[in-house]
């Protein structure tokens, strides 16, 4: 197909860009760090660059592509989807991959791997615009792959470390249980429908609902384990606190605004196949995702892990937003997350640079004066996470609850209000705990802000986190995705319109927020340690604990593991080894034992069994030798 | 009585039978070899037999070849237990075993 819109010329150069920056990188500059951090901040500045052109030449569906694959009744094209969707994901992936790699440059510096830290970010970037751009599920799928292998590359980028070793080979297997789903999830829906064209699909499905039939539940859910893989929601949601291991800028970008996001995308961009009942278990699956993660980040320690926990939680709500029937207000979430999350993890990259990769929040305070850039950036990010108006998570959230007034949904609007309330305490205890009160580690006396390299992407991110609430992204969204409130005003308008349009939302939202705020604060001024296990006691050493769940998994893989691998012990031994490795070689062995009982050198022995073969021969070729009768 | 073709068959497959039991049980090497003659002239005699009734010349010439071939076969074969003999100074068959190694 010949490209006849100029989406359709700069869509593949977005794409390819990066590729290009990681394969230059990787044959060619490897040994020269500077330029190769260049060569991968090029790339991707420019095709943000690129992706915002084709923002403001304004929307329209644009898609091209050419066939890949040929195979009996199978065409898969590779082929690139422009819409409003994906062109709001492409800004998202590249601009705050963009800020994410500019920051790596200071936080990086030194490290021996440089070159190779660019080149895979590089190749994350491709792999992510892949699975943002595709327009068949086949496409899809190999892109979410890749961005599962650059997932683990990053992740075990320390790959000296064993514990990043262990969580990058962690990440990588509990993603394959999800994908493993969502391949059949695919095949299903190409069984059932003949075609995996995203366009084609949402065509003959809106033609004809039931074109799934009785598998359209199950096509749906099989299609959300790879979201649940991806996107780490429970039970799958394991690896993301382990993925921490990997550099920080990296948690910022793949396993907080980019990466983990994609399960949700991929849900708004099928949103059209699933079934109600597959919504309702979606929804309760990221209502439980988020609740139980929220729950988990109150006695986490670390300051990445709380993070981790945090986004954990939000996937949750975004994931909970979708089941809920409004992809709208989980993409509005999503975009919004994706700014102050990735902000809010420089900002903690940016803290645990300063105390030389001191990650325990109790071994910090007083962080306030001495990182005040950090500390200020954090704080807005904490805002905007807690959904504090006229922050943008406030909008993004409010969207999620007013849409679960709307629906009916009461659970998941009390849900949603619970979790609200819960990341308010958290996300104080871990600013008032960090940066308030008195130092209470050694590393906290000779620190100082980090290089401006470092500053000025966190800056850069606030902005967004500040004013993303009332850039229209809803609406802007609501021709594409059901459930937005979908009505153009001007930005003063917009500030105001969750609270004109659902008062009663609103009001709870902010409620919970400074509920959670209070009893933070109350616990946690001042504290030199943490006050909740003294009063909790147990319920607190679970929540440290994460419920349990690597324990779990660990005796439940054990179990079946050995129960798998005593089967396979024996079948080997006695099956394989026993019956065919030795059995045929004992045969042999035995046979040949016989046959050299008859090569007794004597000559007369060999003339009997001459003679006797010839009897044998005559006997049994002669015709009448046999009886009478012939 | 008349003598058929059945008689010649019976005196040359009794013939031939004795010939094989020697070779097969007998221990001295050159008793050995006076049972494969006989089994040759059984042989022969069978086909002589057979030409005789059958009026057809083809068995005879099948036994002068049998006859020249068997001589040759003595003078070889005759040297070779001699010499033989004459290395091991022994003409029993169970002693010679180097087949086997």
Redesign the interface.
């Known amino acids: 197909m010949q490209p006849t819109h100029i989406a359709e010329y700069l869509a593949p150069i977005i794409l390819f860009l990066p590729l290009a920056a990681a394969v230059v990188i990787a044959l060619f500059v490897r040994d020269d760090d500077e330029q190769s951090a260049q060569f991968s901040i090029g790339s991707v500045g420019l095709a943000f660059v690129a992706s915002v052109t084709l923002f403001l030449l304004g929307g329209g569906r644009h898609e091209i592509g050419a066939t890949w694959l040929d195979v009996g009744g199978l065409q898969v094209s590779f082929g690139l989807l422009i819409d409003d969707l994906s062109l709001l994901m492409l800004m998202i992936v590249t601009g705050v991959g963009l800020l994410v790699q500019i920051f790596s440059k200071g936080y990086m510096k030194g490290d021996p791997g440089y070159s190779r830290y660019f080149a895979f970010l590089s190749l994350f970037t491709f792999s992510m615009l892949g699975i943002v751009l595709a327009d068949n599920l086949v496409m899809m799928f190999v892109f979410w792959e890749l961005v599962g292998l650059s997932s683990y590359l990053l992740i075990s980028f320390w790959f000296h470390k064993p514990s990043a070793a262990d969580a990058g080979k962690k990440a990588f297997l509990t993603n394959r249980v999800g994908d493993f789903g969502f391949l059949f999830g695919i095949l299903l829906v190409w069984a059932a429908t003949g075609t995996l064209n995203i366009g084609e699909l949402a065509t003959k499905l809106a033609v004809d609902p039931h074109l799934l039939g009785a598998g359209a539940t199950c096509a749906g859910l099989l299609l959300f384990c790879g979201a649940i893989g991806k996107s780490a929601q429970f039970p799958l949601h394991v690896w993301l606190p382990d993925a921490m291991e990997g550099p920080t800028p990296v948690s910022a970008l793949i396993h907080a605004a980019t990466m983990v996001a994609a399960g949700v995308y991929m849900l708004c961009r099928l949103f059209f196949l699933l079934t109600p009942d597959a919504l309702e278990v979606i929804a309760v699956i990221g209502a439980v995702t988020s609740f139980l993660a929220a729950l988990m980040a109150f006695q986490q320690n670390d300051i990445k892990r709380i993070l981790a926990y945090s986004t954990l939680s939000q996937l949750g709500y975004m994931v909970m937003a979708v089941g809920i029937g409004s992809p709208n207000a989980a993409m509005y979430h999503l975009t919004t997350h994706a700014f102050f999350k990735a902000m809010l993890f420089l900002g903690a990259g940016s803290v645990i640079h300063a105390l030389h990769h001191e990650q325990d929040i109790w071994k910090m305070g007083g962080l306030k004066s001495r990182l005040p850039g950090t500390y200020r950036t954090f704080w807005i990010g904490t805002m905007a996470l807690c959904g504090v108006w006229p922050f943008a998570g406030f909008f993004s959230k409010d969207a999620i609850l007013s849409s679960a007034l709307g629906n009916g949904a009461y659970c998941a609007f009390l849900i949603g209000t619970l979790v609200a309330a819960m990341t308010a305490f958290y996300m104080t205890r871990l600013v008032l705990v960090a940066f308030g009160g008195v130092p209470r580690g050694d590393g906290v006396f000779g620190c100082h802000e980090s290089p401006s390299v470092m500053t000025r992407p966190l800056w850069l991110l606030a902005i967004p986190s500040v004013i993303a609430g009332f850039w229209g992204i809803d609406v802007y969204l609501a021709e594409t995705l059901p459930g937005g409130h979908g009505h153009a005003s001007t930005w003063y308008e917009a500030m105001f319109a969750p609270i004109n349009h659902s008062p009663l939302a609103a009001m709870f939202g902010l409620l919970a927020v400074a509920f959670g705020h209070a009893f933070a604060r109350r616990l946690y001024a001042n504290a030199v340690s943490d006050p909740l296990p003294l009063s909790a006691g147990l319920l607190a050493k679970i929540m440290r604990d994460r419920f349990y769940f690597d324990e779990i998994y660990a005796f439940l893989i054990r179990i079946s593991q050995g129960a798998l691998s005593t089967v396979a012990d024996w079948f080997d031994r006695w099956i394989i080894a026993g019956l065919f490795v030795r059995g045929v070689s004992g045969f042999t062995d035995l046979f040949g034992r016989a046959l050299r009982m008859l090569?007794?050198?004597?000559?007369?022995t060999?003339?009997?069994w001459l003679?006797a073969g010839i009897v044998v021969i005559l006997f049994l070729t002669l015709p009448g030798a046999k009886g009478a009768g012939h | 009585m008349n003598v058929g073709l059945e008689h010649f068959q019976i005196v040359s497959a009794v013939l031939f039978g004795i010939g094989l039991l020697g070779v097969l049980i007998r221990r001295n090497i050159f008793v050995i070899y006076m049972g494969l003659e006989m089994m040759l002239n059984a042989a022969n005699l069978s086909l002589v037999s057979f030409s005789r009734f059958n009026n057809d010349l083809d068995g005879q010439l099948m036994v002068f070849f049998v006859i020249t071939v068997a001589a040759a076969e003595v003078a070889v074969g005759l040297a070779l237990l001699v010499a033989l003999y004459r290395k091991r100074q022994s003409a029993h068959v169970e002693e010679l075993t180097t087949l086997k190694l």
């Open positions: 090569q007794t050198g004597n000559l007369q060999y003339a009997f003679a």
